[in-house]
């Protein structure tokens, strides 16, 4: 213990008491709380307001520390086990109680019992675990991820629902490949595969779904979702627009990904005869963060992720702490631990994300490459939270990041192969047309209310892309007015 450390103040990670009181209880719950979070020390002889260090007496130490160490043990369940030393300080003796990340969780005071004596730590203070927090600690505690738990009561899943995730899952790990050799590595998933990342569990003849199937499918949870927001200025005062996307996650992950690109500047430049469309922002640090976001999240959280641009910064909040004894140096490190394994393994599987823990220090380390300010990383009030934020000086936008479309006044004429479908032009082929020939190769037909649940579009929209469709010659209309449908030309 250093006096620059005392002087900094109390922590997350820190506490200070002057003395060491007669009823440990008003220490204790801090004891708690750091051995169900990243750890951390209770100073005794510094005073918190002032930051005064005023010691104990040196005579009475030992006896003190013995004190401090049985109270902790014969209070907690699980048993907690300290480690109190002696630092001197400006002449001046302190008690240090280190409290190591427990591995038994939850942690709570044996006189309150589980549900009214768990206590975790929010922003450098001690508070009373919420249900959901209490949950997850559970979860910690049996090494059991949420998301690879069977989803009761839930019915079995066919084989059909099974073939058609691991079909989907396939075609996007090849579409996001960045190159053709590696699209060619790409197996193709099974029903063992799922089994073995925790997407179902067998029950004897049956296959269930865990909450990683659902959240990938039909994901019912009120906060799995999304919510987009544009803000005037730099605070939550005033929207311009808001936007909240539901549905399986990827398709949330990539709508809220489209909805950043369309809310940033953009320039251009001319090379030669192409004209070449850059944004103010590198595009691989948007998705990731709105990819870790998805996929580390806490489920058991009643809050939704919360993606929003401001005029100085893109701003991703994911629900819960920090995982396990994670700490923020560990991160931007690149030390992870997985709060949701099945849906880690799932998004490394169709490339979106890379090894485990690399996406911070990559976000981190793409801005300084481009003169961008570093990240901000944040836990406030119980969330996770990451600012990217953007350039203060409006002329560096279009000279900085990403090379997004090539076009040239006259187009010279390509192909590009989806699925069955041989579209011509460069141009023809965006995500919501790829959608659209996914769910028709899948079902055979759609219809005008299923592209716009689909594209999470209004039905004027989804009118517009499918008569555009039409007559780029890639589907055909059948039948009129209600009954039409449309198919693959």
Excluded at 380 to 398: H, M, Q, S, V
Aim: with cysteine; hydrophobic share 35%; aromatic share 8%.
């Amino acid at each position: 213990m250093t006096i620059e450390e005392i002087m900094s103040g109390e922590s997350e990670y820190l506490e200070f008491k002057q003395m060491v009181p007669e009823k440990s209880e008003t220490y204790m719950k801090t004891v708690v709380a750091f051995a169900n979070g990243s750890g951390g020390r209770i100073v005794f002889g510094v005073e918190n307001g002032t930051l005064n260090v005023v010691g104990v007496k040196q005579e009475n130490a030992f006896s003190l520390m013995d004190g401090i160490t049985s109270a902790i043990c014969d209070s907690c369940t699980p048993m907690i086990t300290p480690i109190v030393t002696l630092a001197s300080i400006e002449e001046k003796v302190v008690i240090v109680v280190n409290i190591m990340p427990g591995g038994q969780r939850p942690y709570y005071l044996t006189s309150k019992g589980k549900e009214n004596g768990t206590y975790i730590r929010v922003s450098g203070t001690t508070r009373p675990a919420d249900s959901f927090v209490l949950k997850e600690l559970e979860f910690e505690g049996a090494n059991r991820c949420f998301d690879q738990t069977y989803a009761a009561p839930e019915e079995s899943v066919t084989e059909d629902e099974i073939n058609l995730l691991c079909s989907r899952m396939y075609r996007y790990a090849v579409e996001h490949c960045r190159s053709q050799e590696a699209a060619g590595e790409i197996y193709r998933l099974t029903r063992q595969n799922l089994l073995s990342w925790g997407f179902l569990v067998k029950k004897g003849d049956k296959y269930y779904p865990t909450n990683a199937f659902l959240l990938m499918t039909s994901n019912s949870l009120p906060q799995a979702t999304i919510q987009c927001a544009v803000f005037k200025g730099t605070e939550r005062d005033v929207f311009i627009d808001r936007k909240e996307y539901d549905g399986d996650i990827v398709a949330q992950l990539d709508a809220a990904y489209e909805y950043v690109l369309r809310n940033i500047n953009m320039g251009s430049e001319i090379n030669g005869l192409y004209r070449t469309d850059i944004y103010e922002l590198p595009t691989d640090c948007i998705r990731e963060m709105i990819c870790n976001a998805v996929a580390h999240r806490s489920y058991l959280h009643p809050s939704s992720i919360q993606v929003a641009v401001y005029d100085n910064r893109v701003e991703v909040t994911s629900p819960g702490m920090l995982f396990g004894s994670l700490r923020l140096q560990d991160i931007r490190e690149g030390i992870s631990i997985p709060r949701n394994r099945a849906l880690v393994y799932a998004f490394t599987y169709m490339n979106i994300m890379e090894h485990w823990g690399s996406g911070i220090p990559r976000i981190i380390r793409r801005c300084k490459e481009l003169g961008l300010e570093e990240p901000e990383l944040l836990e406030i009030a119980g969330n996770f939270r990451i600012n990217l934020f953007r350039y203060t000086d409006k002329t560096r936008i279009g000279k900085s990041t990403d090379k997004v479309t090539e076009s040239t006044d006259k187009v010279t004429e390509s192909t590009e192969k989806y699925g069955k479908v041989r579209i011509k032009s460069t141009d023809k082929l965006n995500n919501n047309r790829k959608k659209i020939i996914q769910y028709i190769e899948e079902r055979g037909t759609i219809t005008n209310r299923e592209v716009q649940n689909l594209l999470n579009v209004k039905d004027s929209r989804a009118l517009k892309i499918l008569k555009e469709m039409v007559e780029d010659g890639i589907l055909k209309k059948e039948g009129k007015l209600r009954g039409s449908c449309y198919k693959l030309k």
